[in-house]
């Protein structure tokens, strides 16, 4: 029977572009995702010789070890880039004699191993993000490639272009094993990346990366970890389907400066089936073996490379044009917003009498006139995105955040070379919530849960104190504040509520951080992020701890994720307050329920302006207040503002990240 057209060309794909003695070529890959020391390219390499060897020693012997993004120093390193960048060939002769020392030391062969390494690269007296494909163990090290990061991430978490060029190649390149390419991070997210090295005939991408983790609300795919990895994995899946090829990914894992990596590294196969994947937050090597015959079964089945180097020639012409700018009749500028004003400012020059106008139907002509189709208008309400999108919701995958605070403070704790807490446990569900999640990540014996009561202050305070402090086993202790208070207040009889109030807040601040140095530990904050975006705390007070772990949570989030940790109904169910003032309350103080704010707040740091609010059916009110705490209280989420008189002010130009 005559092949149908569609599976005619799949074999004719087949002839051109398969070599059936490729069928049976395989590679073992090693994936490993690693938590670097900040700053300490000595202590990672020598780390990075011992995993080379132990993997190139086990009963697996993978050809290629895959290691993530700025493996070798961390990624946020800022101005300190310039501390731990070397020469690609400093870094083959470095990996080299980690490996030799650590074989020598395990006294375990020493065998050829390819090894992809992220790096902070120093070439030709310009520093990159960079990563090398190395080959050691084989004579003198061989660095085959140097591969330097495209588009550099200057956005939200990002201001990588500050201290690091853009590279200006994406290509393949030769490994005995066959032809790969390598690609870091913000690489991949562009599609063409990832055809320009298809079209070079790369067989495995490996893509390096040091992706934070964001996104914490539940999901209904069946991926784990955070909303970051599943678009992660989409856009590595995309680009083997796609193309044909194996894309392997390699993740950081741990925690820097808050900014917490989640690792769950992945390989995908050229049918874009998922090959392993990594665990969360821990430390890893998947090994994986490829069968490099697959890539021609899959083109054969779905041949869009060849369609695409078909097309190419022509796609080419439509390149140049969209580059020059050739688009007919595209304006220099936008027409304005208001629609009042759009009559008067328009794209382009009125209709000619010889074009074809356009009459507006009238409600006569519009009767009947669509009688088989149905209308059905997008619904929004004020606590849901509407079909036309909106910010992620607030609603949260509790264990996930659960797994990912606890890791945050185990690492941002040993990154300060600190192994105890000390916690002000007021009473109320933000302190509960960070004892829970401190003693889950520390040990209960290494967290101290301090009260710190005034003689004003609420009895049920001090009770509900105790209940987190019992159920948790924690090592506790009681300062009374009055006196310290008191004292300094009998000198200042005419301050009001206010001023009293922040008194308080500071005098507990000292006994936080004296009892941290008592103990060699750190206080850790418990400030939530409405409390944070409203201002609602004492300058220099409630937001002094160095390490906290629910400022990034908005209180209604808070509830949910101490519901989750089991913290006693009583304490989460009581109106929230400062108990600064008998009676107070936070939603008295606000005007406004936390449940309301929190929605607002969302939308508003989403990017969205106080009239998008209104129209999709918020009450303008509420978006009021909400948006004037907001706008009022920036200068208390800022460091004290310093005159710059140099080229190194510190903060500004002089940049090192905390954990550095």
């Not at 919701?393 to 996930?400: K, R, S």
């Not at 008592?518 to 206080?523: A, F």
Request: aromatic share 8%; glycine share 10%.
């Amino acid at each position: 029977m005559a092949p149908t057209p569609a599976s005619g060309r799949a074999l004719l794909s087949d002839r051109r572009h398969v070599n059936f003695r490729d069928m049976t070529r395989t590679i073992t890959l090693a994936v490993a995702q690693l938590h670097p020391r900040k700053g300490d390219y000595s202590w990672n390499l020598a780390r990075v010789g011992e995993l080379v060897a132990k993997l190139a020693g086990s009963d697996a012997r993978p050809q290629v070890i895959h290691l993530p993004e700025t493996v070798m120093s961390g990624y946020f390193v800022e101005g300190g880039v310039r501390d731990v960048a070397v020469t690609a060939g400093t870094l083959a002769a470095d990996l080299d004699g980690a490996y030799r020392s650590a074989c020598a030391v395990a006294q375990g062969p020493l065998r050829t191993v390819d090894v992809v390494a992220g790096f902070y690269e120093r070439w030709r007296g310009t520093l990159y993000n960079a990563a090398a494909y190395v080959r050691l163990g084989d004579g003198a090290p061989q660095v085959l490639h140097v591969h330097r990061k495209a588009f550099l991430p200057t956005y939200g978490l990002f201001d990588e272009e500050r201290f690091v060029e853009r590279g200006h190649e994406v290509r393949a390149f030769d490994t005995p094993w066959g032809r790969a390419a390598i690609l870091i991070c913000e690489d991949a997210w562009h599609s063409l990346s990832g055809t320009i090295v298809a079209l070079d005939d790369a067989e495995v991408i490996f893509v390096s990366s040091a992706a934070p983790a964001r996104g914490i609300h539940p999901r209904d795919d069946d991926m784990p970890g955070p909303a970051s990895v599943a678009r992660w994995e989409r856009l590595v899946r995309d680009i083997a389907e796609e193309h044909g090829v194996f894309v392997s990914l390699s993740n950081l894992v741990g925690s820097e400066g808050g900014k917490v990596f989640a690792g769950c590294s992945a390989v995908f196969g050229p049918h874009g089936d998922l090959r392993s994947r990594g665990p969360e937050w821990e430390e890893a090597a998947l090994i994986t073996t490829l069968d490099l015959g697959d890539i021609g079964r899959a083109r054969a089945d779905t041949p869009l490379l060849a369609d695409l180097r078909t097309a190419l020639p022509h796609l080419s012409r439509s390149l140049d044009a969209a580059e020059r700018g050739a688009r007919a009749g595209r304006p220099a500028f936008d027409a304005a917003e208001s629609p009042a004003a759009q009559g008067d400012v328009r794209h382009g020059a009125s209709p000619s009498s010889g074009e074809r106008s356009v009459r507006p139907i009238g409600a006569a002509d519009s009767k009947d006139r669509f009688p088989l189709v149905r209308i059905v208008a997008a619904t929004s309400t004020p606590d849901s995105p509407d079909a036309s999108g909106g910010p992620p919701p607030l609603a949260i995958n509790a264990p996930l955040v659960e797994a990912w605070l606890t890791r945050f403070i185990s690492d941002e704790m040993a990154h300060r070379g600190f192994e105890r807490a000390v916690v002000g446990i007021s009473g109320g569900v933000d302190s509960a919530v960070t004892a829970f999640l401190a003693a889950k990540a520390l040990g209960p014996d290494r967290v101290l849960g301090l009260r710190l009561p005034y003689r004003t202050s609420s009895p049920e305070s001090l009770e509900h104190a105790q209940l987190v402090i019992d159920a948790l086993g924690l090592t506790t202790r009681t300062l009374d504040i009055s006196a310290a208070v008191d004292g300094y207040l009998a000198l200042e009889p005419e301050a009001d509520a206010t001023r009293r109030g922040n008194v308080m807040a500071r005098v507990r601040m000292i006994a936080l951080f004296d009892q941290s140095a008592r103990l060699r530990g750190v206080p850790l904050g418990t400030g939530n992020k409405t409390e944070r975006l409203f201002g609602y705390f004492t300058w220099h007070a409630d937001d002094s701890p160095p390490i906290n772990p629910v400022g990034d949570l908005f209180k209604t989030q808070v509830w949910a994720l101490a519901h989750h940790l089991g913290v006693p109904d009583v304490i989460i169910s009581k109106p929230a307050s400062a108990d600064l003032i008998r009676g107070q309350t936070d939603e008295g103080d606000f005007g406004i329920s936390y449940a309301r704010a929190d929605i607002i707040l969302q939308w508003l740091i989403s990017g969205y302006h106080a009239a998008d609010l209104v129209d999709r059916g918020f009450d303008a009110d509420e978006v009021a207040l909400v948006r004037r705490r907001l706008e009022g209280t920036h200068w208390k989420r800022k460091l004290p503002t310093v005159a710059i008189l140099s080229q190194t002010a510190i903060g500004e130009s002089y940049l090192r990240p905390v954990d550095y």
